[in-house]
């Protein structure tokens, strides 16, 4: 079974920084593309960024250069560094797997609360 296992979250103040990680199991990092999405209260769930299979690397345009998505496959992990924060960031981080087939799978969620 595919298993993602998101850490990292907690209270930071605005102009602070964080790094989640998604430790994932059950498939080979390969054949899915791996990514993260937030849901901010009230909101709905966004893309944030994502790794495709041939190992490009996507990000919302509103993110970008505060967010950085990186990986390390040895230890099947993705990562997620984010600087700069501001409380509109305050959300729910989730990792997210999908398939080559388009099968969805998402970990727990990590709350991110930045305060201004």
């Known amino acids: 079974d595919v298993q993602l296992q998101a850490s990292g979250g907690g209270l930071v103040q605005a102009g602070g920084s964080l790094r989640l990680s998604c430790l994932a199991s059950g498939f080979a990092f390969d054949d899915y593309s791996i990514g993260w999405f937030r849901q901010a209260p009230g909101m709905e769930r966004e893309g944030v960024s994502c790794s495709s299979p041939d190992g490009s690397t996507y990000y919302s345009d509103s993110l970008k250069g505060r967010f950085t998505f990186s990986s390390d496959n040895g230890r099947k992990t993705v990562y997620l560094s984010m600087n700069n924060l501001e409380p509109e960031d305050t959300a729910v981080y989730y990792c997210?797997?999908?398939?080559?087939?388009?099968?969805?799978?998402w970990g727990q969620g990590t709350l991110v609360t930045v305060s201004s």
């Open positions: 997210n797997a999908r398939s080559l087939s388009g099968a969805e799978s």
